[in-house]
């Protein structure tokens, strides 16, 4: 069973770093793209950033550009988003996504196949 599991949120103050995880398990990791996307209440579903399974292209949105960083390690089954210089826009439910086009570079939620239940950021004073 595919499973995408977040972990790694919390609360952190503006400023502050957070680097979120998501395992997954049950297929071949390393043939999936992985996308992270984060929700606050009351607002869209927002791409954040992702990674290509084929040869590890990212793409982050303006918002986050220069402060997030994704990466991944096929040998743990696992994508990484350290969060760097947090303000308190970034607060959201942030989640994780898989998609079966290896090569894909996009932060559109329509274009992911899986999903994980997501992980809470909080960035308060």
């Known amino acids: 069973q595919l499973q995408l599991v977040e972990s790694g949120g919390g609360l952190v103050q503006p400023g502050g770093s957070l680097r979120l995880s998501c395992a997954a398990s049950?297929?071949?990791?390393?043939?999936?793209?992985i996308g992270w996307f984060r929700q606050a209440p009351g607002k869209e579903r927002e791409g954040v950033s992702c990674i290509s399974s084929s040869d590890g292209s990212t793409y982050y949105a303006d918002s986050v550009k220069g402060r997030f960083t994704i990466s991944r390690d096929n040998a743990k089954n696992t994508v990484y988003l350290q969060m760097n210089s947090l303000k308190p826009e970034d607060t959201a439910v942030y989640c994780c996504a898989a998609s079966e086009v290896a090569g894909l570079i996009s932060i559109h939620s329509d274009d992911y196949d899986y999903w994980g239940q997501g992980t809470q950021v909080t960035v308060s004073s």
């Open positions: 049950g297929f071949t990791f390393d043939y999936y793209a």
